[in-house]
């Protein structure tokens, strides 16, 4: 193969997609006041907007305003390609994508990712929000070789379908050291391998959080290693 051109280095660093899902607002907004001396971003995939209350919407802006992205997960959290099972195309756009989406855009929201809940997605699913958004991101679990996971991407198109790779301590994957094998693959191979996570706290029991023993353990690796953090929709170009 011939070497990378610099502009390919410069454009495809290696590095670090942190998502979080649904909307733990108040944890999302401590967390940013921590890791934003660490200079990280992250992309919160924002379900169920209208059930917030002001002040959380309002912090999510904040998020925004200090570099992080805000997603889109849905107006009710529905599972996509199960829902389309029973309910037309039309349907599930009027009911899950466009109520949020259109207050989210009117509050001041910038939203060109989307976030499948659940992971459940398929090519039918993909074509239809392709329509709304530039990147979608499904799921991937398993302790498989680094080599065979999907949750990497490098930079690149102007639509694109990542998989994200979970975070939350209930997962069975979910190892400190598979951790670094992943985040060790990414430097080796010159990739952004993607995680998400849904709660952010210091704990290390209850199912569907991202402990700070976690995220510290990756912000460690990341500024050691020097690896980038991206948002969602930087994997694709502007």
Not at 108 to 122: C, D, K, L, Q
Not at 182 to 191: G, H, M, S, T
Not at 193 to 218: M, P, R
Request: hydrophobic share 35%; glycine share 6%.
């Amino acid at each position: 193969d011939s070497p990378n051109s610099i502009s390919d280095i410069s454009s495809n660093n290696p590095g670090v997609i942190l998502t979080f899902d649904d909307n733990s607002v108040d944890d999302w907004i401590k967390a940013d006041s921590i890791y934003s001396k660490r200079d990280w971003k992250a992309t919160f995939n924002v379900s169920n907007f209208i059930d917030l209350d002001e002040n959380q919407q309002r912090n999510l802006l904040k998020l925004q305003e200090r570099g992080n992205e805000i997603a889109f997960h849905g107006t009710h959290h529905i599972r996509a390609a199960y829902y389309l099972k029973e309910h037309s195309p039309e349907e599930y756009l009027d009911y899950e994508i466009i109520p949020g989406l259109t207050k989210m855009d009117k509050m001041g929201f910038h939203i060109s990712s989307f976030a499948y809940p659940g992971g459940v997605r398929n090519a039918f699913t993909d074509s239809l929000l392709f329509n709304f958004f530039t990147v979608l991101r499904g799921t991937t679990f398993l302790a498989i070789p680094p080599s065979e996971q999907k949750c990497f991407t490098t930079i690149g198109g102007y639509k694109k379908l990542v998989y994200a790779i979970g975070l939350d301590n209930h997962y069975e994957h979910m190892h400190l050291d598979y951790i670094e094998s992943l985040l060790q693959y990414a430097v080796d191979e010159n990739k952004i391998v993607l995680f998400y996570g849904h709660h952010i706290k210091d704990d290390d029991t209850t199912k569907y959080v991202t402990s700070y023993k976690t995220l510290n353990f990756i912000c460690d690796f990341i500024e050691k290693h020097r690896l980038n953090y991206y948002t969602l929709s930087e994997v694709v170009e502007k």
